[in-house]
């Protein structure tokens, strides 16, 4: 009964569905489960913007793949071969490995995708978060992942770039910026914000490592709430948070998602 409730209220809304995906590492498994629950619903974006894995599962969204077909195929021999790392000359593990499997699942441009979506990542050079929303679709969807000093720069023309997710690992601007002018404008969207990073609130400093770590996931979430206003819902599974960022358990992230997405929904429908 609740379900289709759910289903009338999202039928009701007179703008097309927007939803942002952020990055997180393998916390942004927690996608899947939430793209899982939405799918359910028959809760379909016209529009997603993304960043980071979360790029990678827009895409995959846009593709036409569903969440079960997307999660299988992360699940798949190829891509944890893929995902092994490889270490460049300078160091630094080289990103570019991954196009292969990329190209395997999606198709080569924007322009083939069932809906637009655009792509988040970091100029070096210009030292601004640049879009991506036609032509190529593969190296935007490189340049997005490539953390910096895990990954080595992507290039793209002249400049070179990386992830964006530490200064804007929620990104709403493409729904309330025109592209063209840059000029800010009212949302044409009914926007989903989704953001898969928070804080541990039990977090224990064991090394150095997880010192650092913790200081730039926390000028990350810092940032994110700058956008949580644009959003007209903002999902949070805080249970992801204790989840490692290098967490592979696909299963178990995916599931969190499902179960806190369809716990809200419920919630949503009888506050509405």
């Known amino acids: 009964m609740i379900e289709n409730q759910s289903k009338k209220i999202f039928n009701s809304i007179q703008k097309p569905i927007g939803i942002v995906l952020s990055g997180g590492g393998g916390r942004a498994l927690v996608h899947l489960g939430i793209w899982k629950a939405l799918e359910e619903q028959n809760i379909q974006p016209n529009k997603i913007s993304g960043v980071s894995m979360g790029a990678i599962m827009g895409a995959m969204w846009a593709a036409g793949y569903s969440a079960n077909e997307t999660t299988k195929i992360f699940q798949s021999q190829s891509w944890k071969k893929w995902l092994r790392p490889t270490w460049s000359e300078n160091g630094i593990i080289s990103i570019q490995k991954l196009r292969t499997l990329f190209s395997e699942y999606l198709p080569k441009s924007f322009e083939e995708l069932s809906f637009p979506i655009t792509i988040s990542a970091f100029c070096l050079q210009t030292a601004k978060i640049e879009r991506f929303e036609s ?100 999902l949070e599974p805080q249970d992801i948070a204790n989840i490692k960022f290098s967490n592979m358990n696909i299963d178990k992230a995916s599931q969190i998602g499902y179960n806190y997405t369809k716990e809200f929904l419920n919630k949503f429908e009888i506050q509405s």
Request: aromatic residues 12%.
């Open 135 to 234: 032509g190529d679709l593969i190296t935007p969807l490189l340049a997005s992942m490539a953390v910096p000093a895990i990954f080595s720069p992507v290039r793209i023309k002249e400049y070179d770039f990386v992830d964006s997710g530490l200064l804007e690992n929620l990104p709403t601007k493409p729904f309330y910026y025109n592209s063209i002018n840059n000029e800010k404008k009212e949302s044409d969207y009914f926007v989903i914000g989704i953001h898969s990073n928070p804080l541990d609130k039990n977090f224990i400093p064991i090394s150095t490592r997880s010192v650092i770590e913790r200081y730039f996931q926390a000028v990350g979430v810092f940032m994110v709430k700058k956008d949580i206003s644009k959003c007209d819902i903002y």
